[in-house]
């Protein structure tokens, strides 16, 4: 089979990889791709966010299955138009995609279905929305209605980070249309975990639990950035959480869509806090997250392209996935300045020293060739993935190759995983990891 994958970082990366080791795979294409991606599959020139220019690619590379990556081309409905085509596409319609697209329609939604999620109120103004404050109080999170890449949520502990927030979405329109109107909800407190799922839309198969960890700093100070590094290990949550968060969340999702005349198709991503009072919805988005996808894609033993051929058809119902018992961790290596302002064109060395520590894989983000040499490109740059026996081996073993690698500013948190470590009581590894690049622990396999 042709397979094509659109976007261009370390989630697509990890997911031209995967589709690559299929015994279905013959070629693998990217759009727009990365220098890393390119050592994969074939790039091409790609605008992810015009529908039309995305099936063109496919039509060209007469693409048999086409995965996306990233959020825009779903909300801006890539999914119909390759329908219309008669060409297969893994991902929800336009209609199903505004789940990430409006967080005012995926609030109302879980109201509709009593989907457990924060207490909230909308306004569609800024006199509203201080209304809506004085009734919710503080803390309380601020949500721009719109895709704002990461931007468009604030956390603000008083009135005054309140205020600001909403002058800035509303009155000086800092994210533009995106936050005109927003979501004002309660603040929840407990952990927050990645719940990822493929569906046809009846048939659920939940991945491997995940962990982002979304500040830019160790123990999640500073703003909240796309996400810093992730972890996937089955211990996040037992057996029993996983089925009730099928039960109580993911599948009241699907069964609203579909009653809603909006089927739901594609990866499904529930952002939970799991707080004292059970799982509670943070946010949906519509597509596989990142870096999430590439500890869950090194972990996975199934044919990939097997999996999406069930959802493609509808077969999901019953189907498992098979996943290396080992965890796996990614450490985002970032450029200074993220999540603001990236300072880019930065040589980055000391990949193949990286890689030849075994079990470790690195995917690509915001980088790019120029005058043979790789540069950084973006905020964030890399994903360093490793996999290990446990996780406090396989947080060793991504930290002894994130300490290979360099480029100026390069900027990265040094406690990825360690709340797995912490939760299975095993001690602290962050710390211990920092140090690294004298051990590497013993053999894993990618
Ligand atoms: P979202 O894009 O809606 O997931 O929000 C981005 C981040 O803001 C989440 O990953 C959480 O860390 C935080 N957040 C969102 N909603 C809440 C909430 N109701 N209570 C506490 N933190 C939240
Ligand atoms: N890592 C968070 C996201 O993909 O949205």
Redesign the pocket.
Same mark, same amino acid.
């Given at each position: 089979m042709k397979l094509l994958v659109i976007g261009s970082g370390g989630r697509e990366h990890a997911l031209t990889w995967k589709l690559r080791e299929s015994q279905h795979s013959e070629d693998v294409y990217c759009a727009p791709g990365n220098p890393g991606i390119a050592q994969e599959g074939e790039c091409l020139p790609v605008d992810v966010t015009d529908p039309l220019a995305v099936l063109e690619v496919a039509q060209q590379v007469k693409a048999d299955l086409t995965v996306v990556g990233p959020e825009a081309p779903l909300v801006a409905g890539v999914v119909d138009e390759f329908e219309k085509a008669g060409l297969a596409i893994i991902g929800p319609s336009k209609a199903a995609a505004r789940l990430e697209g409006s +967080?005012i329609f995926a609030k109302q939604f879980m109201q509709r279905h009593a989907i457990p999620t $924060?207490n909230f109120l909308v306004a569609e103004n800024f006199d509203e929305a201080i209304k809506a404050l004085e009734i919710l109080g503080t803390p309380i999170?601020i949500?721009a209605d719109g895709l704002a890449a /990461?931007k /468009?949520?604030v956390?603000a502990r008083d009135r005054e980070q309140a205020e600001k927030a909403l002058d800035e979405f509303m009155r000086q329109k800092t994210l533009g249309a995106a936050g005109e109107r927003v979501v004002l909800?309660?603040? &929840?407190?407990g952990e *927050?975990i990645s719940f990822i799922v493929m569906t046809d839309g009846r048939g659920i198969l939940p991945f491997s639990p995940t962990q982002?960890h +979304? $500040?830019i700093f160790d123990n999640d100070q500073g703003p909240?950035t796309g996400g810093m590094g992730a972890y996937s290990d089955d211990s996040i949550l037992d057996e029993r959480q996983r089925e009730d968060i099928v039960r109580r969340i993911v599948a009241p999702t699907l069964a609203g869509m579909a009653a809603e005349g909006t089927p739901y198709r594609g990866f499904l991503y529930c /952002?939970l806090?799991l707080t004292a009072n059970g799982p509670?919805v &943070? *946010?949906y988005n519509v597509r596989l997250g990142d870096p999430e996808t590439q500890p869950t894609l090194v972990r996975l033993r199934s044919d990939f392209v097997d999996l999406l051929a069930a959802v493609r058809e509808g077969n999901l119902a019953g189907l498992e996935a098979h996943w290396s018992p080992s965890p796996a961790v990614c450490v985002v290596l970032a450029s200074k300045g993220y999540p603001g302002a990236p300072e880019t064109g930065k040589v980055i060395t000391g990949i193949e020293a990286a890689e030849s520590l075994g079990g470790v894989k690195l995917f690509h983000a915001g980088t790019t060739f120029r005058d043979r040499k790789l540069l950084t490109a973006g905020g964030r740059v890399m994903g360093v993935t490793a996999i290990a026996e446990d996780l406090p081996s396989a947080i060793e073993r991504a930290y002894a190759a994130v300490s290979k690698v360099n480029f100026e500013g390069m900027q990265y948190r040094h406690d990825i995983g360690a709340k797995g470590v912490r939760r299975r009581g095993t001690g602290t590894a962050g710390g211990r990891a920092l140090r690294a690049g004298k051990r590497v622990p013993g053999s894993a396999k990618l």
């Open positions: +967080k $924060a999170v949500k /990461g /468009g949520v956390v909800e309660a603040c &929840l407190s *927050e982002d +979304k $500040a909240n /952002g806090m509670q &943070l *946010e």
